[in-house]
């Protein structure tokens, strides 16, 4: 009946919209538009924010579309973890581009075949477009210390998988007593965030808003 698409990179910052703003608006009228006869084409979903943001938010779209909307999908991701979803959607089926590997050297064959990659290529793209190996070898130094210091990929899969299960993604918490909650909504720093209009503020006058917000917050709320 209709073709959804998000592709690219776009923004419209005249109105306070950033490229992240904006791909989210464009899902959700996807997502709220799209039948079991249209034809939704999405491209790097959830890429603009921080890694398990965008994570997240990519499942759970590939999971709405499969238990709401059922219409054809091609999906493209570089959340390689997501591949473990096939497990649980019988129609959800996992492409992935063909490569060959030699070593550090990859060559990517430009064919599409069934399967899921298992890891990303981002520092083999940047050396075909001509980094400096100066910048390539420090890249691969500091992605190795990030591996090192995170849970490894089968771990991040099995939390995928237990947030597929569980339908929920259960954040870290702090413990706040009930009087630093009442303290914290009856103080006059929330009043002024209320009188904010976000919409019309600069990034400028944005942050120069927050940081008086909190220097009153920490003078105990301008009682």
């Known amino acids: 009946d209709r073709i959804f698409t998000r592709v690219g990179a776009s923004d419209d910052i005249s109105t306070g919209q950033s490229t992240f703003m904006v791909e989210m608006k464009e899902v959700a009228y996807i997502l709220e538009n799209a039948t079991h006869n249209s034809l939704i084409i999405l491209d790097e979903i959830g890429r603009g924010t921080s890694t398990f943001d965008g994570l997240s938010i990519a499942q759970a779209v590939v999971e709405h579309i499969c238990k709401h909307i059922h219409g054809k999908t091609l999906f493209a991701t570089h959340y390689h973890e997501l591949i473990c979803l096939e497990e649980s959607y019988s129609k959800l089926k996992n492409y992935t581009v063909a490569v060959k590997e030699k070593g550090k050297d990859v060559a990517f064959l430009r064919r599409i075949i069934r399967g899921g990659a298992d890891r990303s290529y981002g520092i083999h793209v940047a050396r075909l477009a001509g980094l400096p190996n100066s910048v390539l070898k420090r890249a691969e130094v500091i992605l190795e210390s990030l591996e090192d210091q995170s849970h490894d990929t089968s771990d991040l899969n099995n ?23 009442g303290n914290l909504f009856t103080h006059s720093v929330v009043d002024s965030l209320l009188e904010i209009d976000v919409m019309s503020m ?12 909190q220097e009153e917050a920490r003078k105990g709320g301008g009682k």
Do not use: C, F, H
């Open 159 to 181: 939390r995928v998988m237990g947030a597929q299960l569980n339908n929920v993604v259960k954040p870290v918490t702090k413990q706040v007593s009930d009087s630093s909650l």
């Open 202 to 213: 600069t990034p400028i006058e944005a942050l120069n808003k927050l940081y008086e917000l």
